[in-house]
């Protein structure tokens, strides 16, 4: 008989049930949620001084929920918004557990009663015309390479994706013919449509010509698919290039976000 008061058999559930059954959150989202435990399980272990696969819901108590928190931010100097992240994740397990489990409505409602953390709003720079510009005129595009990465900048700045999204798409998804279009599987595996500009389906079929429509778009230097740190590490050693030319981008961490910023502020702006 499993025993409902261990934490180990609710974590298992709240991962299987919760996150991929009920909510299919997207994998970055379950690897998040993931690395939360993985930080915390030892930490609540070493506090209360029971062994992890012996420990009860009861164990995670709000004090030792307090003592994390702290912990994060003391000795491995994580932001406000991290820290709050991770607080989210108990949050979210201590809820699940209360629904199912009345005997625990208490402990999860003390739980739940830990508050966030206020922090400070980031501002997100974009991008001028002018300097997305000069970003795109750096990948030599009379190679393989530098017509991939020019191919990637501009998908980027056409649709607003975010460096995984743009990782994990397929040749199935883009719609050369006309009207073209785009179909981006996103945050929470949902899709969004996204019209592609005149000039993208030349360039794609350049990009993917002759090859399956299951492969990604996207391919690194081995013909493997490009990973989300590799397109972050692609945008950045462009712009450090475009900076010689627009000094007004040294004082910008120029990222796939900024990229994604700009296509709304395009769209306010009328330009």
């Known amino acids: 008989m499993i025993d409902k008061n261990l934490l180990g058999t609710w974590i298992r559930r709240f991962l299987l049930e919760y996150l991929v059954g009920e909510r ?3 994998r970055n989202t379950q690897a998040s949620y993931r690395d939360t435990l993985t ?6 272990s070493k506090r209360t ?15 030792v929920v307090r003592q994390f928190l702290d912990y ?42 830990v508050p966030f953390k206020k922090t400070d709003k980031t501002l997100v720079t974009y991008l001028e015309k002018v300097e997305m510009d000069a970003l795109l005129r750096q990948p030599d595009r009379r190679t393989a390479l530098g017509l991939r990465d020019y191919c990637l900048l501009l998908f980027l700045y056409n649709s607003g994706a975010r460096a995984d999204e743009a990782a994990r798409l397929t040749i199935d998804h883009l719609r050369l013919n ?10 929470g ?63 910008k961490r120029v990222s796939p976000h900024n990229i994604r910023h700009y296509v709304p502020f395009l769209t306010m702006s009328c330009n």
């Open 39 to 44: 930080l915390l399980l030892p930490f609540a």
């Open 189 to 251: 595996n949902k899709i969004r449509m996204c019209p592609l500009w005149p000039m993208m389906p030349p360039l794609l079929e350049k990009l993917i010509n002759g090859r399956g429509t299951d492969q990604v778009v996207f391919l690194g230097r081995a013909n493997r698919p490009m990973t989300r740190f590799g397109i972050h590490r692609l945008v950045t050693h462009y712009a450090e290039m475009a900076s010689d030319e627009m000094p007004s981008m040294q004082a």
């Open 72 to 113: 994060l931010e003391r000795e491995r100097h994580c932001t406000g918004v991290t820290r709050n992240q991770r607080l989210g994740t108990i949050h979210s397990l201590a809820r699940f557990i209360g629904m199912r489990s009345p005997v625990h409505l208490s402990w999860c409602t003390e739980v739940r009663m």
């Open 49 to 63: 001084g029971v062994a992890i696969d012996k420990m009860t819901v009861d164990d995670l108590s709000p004090s």
């Open 178 to 187: 006309d009207p073209p279009s785009v179909r981006i599987r996103g945050k």
């Open 24 to 26: 299919n959150l997207s």
